[in-house]
């Protein structure tokens, strides 16, 4: 009898006879394949030849990137064409902290990040006036004015840019290695912030607001602060990724540094590979980095059919490509949602 | 009477969501019919799909014996639909003037100008020049039914004409309608006021859940009738 | 004295050339909410028409002028029907990188067929003539014409909107797009008109500017740069602002070339980034 009451009184209270998941098979096995491949990476300076550590480097700048401007635009809502500002500021301040600063230029990397970041302070109080089309626009326009400014200053090289001299101290093999490690950091940690963070109460409050301001408001969100804080973290995120770069590139001016190609490139490659998801921009990446290898010698036809797929992609397959994928296959590899399971 | 507008089984579907389930309708050139029924019974969403806001199948509305379902709407406002929307949906850009002229955009032509629509609600002469929406409640709804007039239309839709208004503005307006019918425009009156469109109409239909739950003629049917079909019972 | 007034003027008759560029955005902007990144490649895809008719059969760039205007026109009204109506939603992404595509697009193409190097439409001298004002002051014929044209721009638009049936469907599209449909207003073509009309005008600005200054395929950027912040510094809403945003961008530029040829541009910005910062909504905008 005991027994039967006790049994009754469980159906009576809350029970739920469901759980919460956020694990699926195919994040479980993408964790177990990212081990393995920071595993290999980690080797690679000891087998890999010049070229290729120099290949990843690059790719790796690309992804940093792809993933910083998803979290802006994707998961953050803001829609920025002038990102390549932050690309500027983190090389040229690789540039002043290692030749003129002395600072090691490997610690320079994430130093640049936060140069990046500091800048982005005010200059978010500028941009922040602009919603939407002007909004993008008005990032292009800040871009142009750092471009503008560094152009004139001939500390740094004026017009026609100048060359890292802070690694003179190192060996080719030691500041390729470093180098590659970096980027390997850079590459495992972008994904993981990102990720992380929209795992959060954060990432919660981003999606909100990026469904309606107003209501997130309404529910004890601080849109403007959190609008905010995504914007430096992507700042700091294109910041690293511009250093990085011109580390690995050892010379740097002002067009390469703050030129309006960075945007078209970063942004196709977000939206090609899927917007609003971790997986998108890595495919997107990866397709990019490949097909520039490929078709990189076409110049102009290869930029104008990108363009084309582009637009093709945002009017007919606005989920990009992984879109196409994981709703086909129903995969989440990075999964950030929560999922009932009964 | 022939008919002017029927509908024949006719269904509507937000996404997955499907809004209407068969509806039958038809409405006599020179009739006045209202239709009544609770918030989310398929009132709103019936008048999209007469006016094309909402794809149809080809055959499932006809006007005139022509099927219009999935002409877009503005094609159907030459063709003589037009529509007073549920919240006047006046223009702020424009003034009260070019709200009314806009309604002669299709360019029907007809009886209905400017100033038949100034003869019929005076007060609109006086603020010709004000912006469309810096007007009371009323004043308004007049703007908005002047600018449907306008348009010259065999069919005039009227959704929700009391939404916001006080009862003897409603009464004002709802004097109107007669001076507009007399001339043979018919006219679908959408009222939340039960006892209204029963009193302005020559028939009545009642919506519930998608369907039509009753009809009939609006003076011969009685109100605890009504009460069952409007909740359902 | 004198060569500071002479500076203002060069301003003011470069702004004419910045306001041309800007009334096509303002425009698209207030009907369709849309912000065309591919504006300013747009303005160098005229110029380079221009450019073509003038080398090829040997006419006078305002006969090139009159044929690349219906030209612009239809190119306007094609793009915005085939593919630009598609991105037409609260979201700004997805025309935002539509026309950030189309801008790729056209950059390339012009590079395919006209290569790196600058072009110029000859002019036949009247680059060079200049009406005397006073003593010591005169004003060059060209920039004249680009700032009576602007002028004649903003009226026109100005009258456009205010006074026609296009006009009036233009507002009433922008303030409530279904019900302007419930007019009888049909949006898809509605839509593809106010494009055609604002690359229409590139069709004037691109070949005038060309025949001011040197034109290469990637110049399209920074064109779109200055149109933009005339845009926003006059405000949002009037085409009376923009014309103002336009002259007032021209005159900065102008001052800041006068100070040191080096900063010119970045004074130009400099206003932008002031007028962003204290009057965010633009000097002269439209209260709705």
Redesign the interface.
């Known amino acids: 009898m005991t027994t039967l009451s006790a049994t009754t009184v469980a159906r009576e209270t809350t029970h739920p006879d469901f759980q919460v998941e956020r694990a699926t098979r195919a994040s479980r096995a993408t964790m177990v394949a990212g081990a393995l491949l920071l595993a290999v990476l980690i080797s690679m300076p000891f087998w890999a030849d010049s070229s290729a550590l120099r290949t990843f480097t690059e790719f790796a700048c690309f992804l940093v990137m792809a993933q910083m401007w998803n979290l802006l ?1 994707g998961y953050g809502g803001m ?1 920025s ?1 002038g990102q390549q500002a932050y690309i500027g500021i983190g090389g040229y301040a690789l540039i002043a902290l290692g030749n003129f600063a002395g600072v090691n230029p490997f610690i320079c990397i994430p130093l640049a990040g936060v140069v990046a970041a500091l800048l982005a302070i005010p200059t978010s ?2 941009v922040f ?2 919603q ?3 909004f ?3 990032t ?2 800040v871009a ?2 750092y471009r ?2 560094v152009a ?1 200053a001939s500390v740094l090289g004026g017009g026609s840019g100048t060359s890292l001299t802070a690694v003179r101290g190192f060996t080719k093999a030691a500041r390729e290695s470093i180098t590659f490690w970096i980027a390997v950091a850079a590459v495992f940690g972008s994904i993981a912030l990102v990720y992380y963070l929209l795992r959060s109460r954060f990432g919660l409050a981003l999606t909100a607001i990026r469904d309606s301001e107003v209501a997130s408001e309404s529910q004890g969100i601080h849109v403007k602060r959190t609008k905010f804080l995504v914007y430096v973290i992507s700042a700091f995120g294109f910041g690293v990724a511009g250093a990085l770069y011109f580390l690995s590139n050892l010379r740097i001016s002002p067009d390469a540094a703050f030129g ?1 190609h960075w ?2 490139v970063v ?2 490659m977000v ?1 090609i590979g899927g ?1 609003g998801t971790i997986e998108g921009p890595l495919i997107g990446a990866i397709l990019y980095f490949a097909l520039s290898k490929i078709f990189g010698d076409y ?3 290869y ?2 059919a ?3 797929v ?2 093709v992609v ?2 007919r397959f ?1 989920q990009g490509l992984w879109g196409v994928i994981a709703k086909r296959f129903d995969i989440r590899c990075f999964p950030v949602q929560r999922r009932l399971k009964f | 009477m022939a008919a002017l507008l029927q509908t024949h089984n006719l269904t509507a579907f937000y996404g997955d969501f499907q809004a209407l389930f068969g509806i039958d309708f038809e409405i006599a050139t020179g009739e006045i019919v209202a239709i009544i029924g609770a918030n989310g019974a398929g009132k709103s969403t019936f008048l999209k799909t007469l006016t094309g806001l909402i794809k149809t199948q080809k055959d499932a509305v006809q006007l005139e014996g022509d099927g219009i379902g999935g002409v877009p709407p503005h094609d159907l406002v030459a063709r003589g639909i037009a529509m007073v929307p549920e919240g006047r949906r006046l223009f702020p850009s424009l003034s009260v003037e070019e709200n009314l002229t806009i309604g002669a955009y299709a360019k029907r032509g007809g009886p209905w100008t400017l100033e038949r629509v100034y003869a019929t609600f005076p007060v609109l002469s006086e603020r010709r020049r004000n912006p469309g929406t810096a007007l009371s409640g009323g004043q308004q709804q007049m703007v908005a039914i002047g600018r449907a007039l306008m348009a010259n239309p065999k069919l005039l839709i009227c959704d929700e004409l009391s939404l916001g208004l006080a009862p003897v503005v409603i009464k004002e307006i709802y004097e109107a309608i007669p001076k507009i019918t007399a001339e043979g425009i018919t006219a679908i009156i959408v009222e939340q006021d039960v006892a209204v469109a029963k009193r302005v109409s020559h028939r009545l239909y009642c919506f519930q859940e998608g369907r039509v739950s009753l009809t009939g003629e609006s003076s011969k049917t009685p109100m605890e009738d009504i009460s069952k079909a409007y909740f359902g019972i | 004295m004198f060569t500071w007034i002479d500076t203002i003027l060069q301003g003011v008759m470069l702004g004419g050339l910045y306001a041309l560029f800007a009334m096509g955005l303002s425009l698209m ?1 207030g009907v369709m ?3 065309n ?1 591919a504006h300013g490649d747009f303005v160098l895809l005229a110029a380079f028409a221009g450019f073509v008719i003038t080398d090829t059969l040997h006419v006078s760039p305002f006969v090139a002028m009159a044929l690349v205007i219906p030209l612009a026109f239809g190119v306007g009204y094609i793009v915005q029907r085939g ?1 630009l109506n ?2 037409i939603s609260k979201d ?7 026309t ?6 056209i950059q ?2 012009l ?2 067929l006209f290569s790196a190097d600058t072009r110029s439409i000859s002019a036949g001298g009247i680059e060079t003539q200049s009406i005397p004002l006073v003593e010591g002051l005169a004003v060059g014929v060209l920039p004249l014409m680009i700032f009576l044209a602007a002028l004649a721009a903003t009226l026109g638009f100005q009258w456009l909107f205010g006074n026609t049936s296009l006009g009036r469907a233009f507002r009433a599209t922008s303030d409530d797009r279904e019900a302007a449909s419930l007019m009888g207003i049909n949006n898809v073509h509605i839509y593809a008109l106010a494009t055609a009309i604002a690359v229409g005008v590139l069709g004037v600005a691109g070949v005038f500017h060309g025949m001011r200054t040197t034109i290469a395929p990637t110049d399209g ?2 064109q ?2 200055y149109a ?2 005339a845009v ?1 510094i006059g405000g949002m809403g009037s085409f009376w602002g923009t014309f103002a945003g336009g002259i007032i961008l021209g005159v900065a530029q102008a001052i800041g070339f006068r100070v040191d040829p ?2 010119g ?2 004074v130009g ?1 400099l206003v ?2 002031l007028v ?2 204290f009057k ?1 909504s633009g000097l002269f905008p439209k209260t709705r």
């Not at chain 3, 950030?100 to 697009?105: A, E, K, L, P, Y």
Request: hydrophobic share 60%; proline share 7%; glycine share 10%.
């Open positions: 635009g829609v064409i109080q500028i006036r602009l939407g089309g002007y993008a626009i008005g292009w326009a142009e004015i503008l400014l004139n309006v945007s078209p942004i196709f939206i917007l110049g102009t036809w930029l104008m990108l363009g084309l582009a637009i945002t009017i606005p | 902007f909410r849309l912000v990144t593919v598609y991105t700004p992404l997805p025309s935002l990188v539509v950030f595509g189309m801008s790729i697009v390339n193409l590079l395919e950027p920074a779109l740069i933009f912040e926003i080096g900063w541009i970045l910005h932008f980034i962003l910062l965010p």
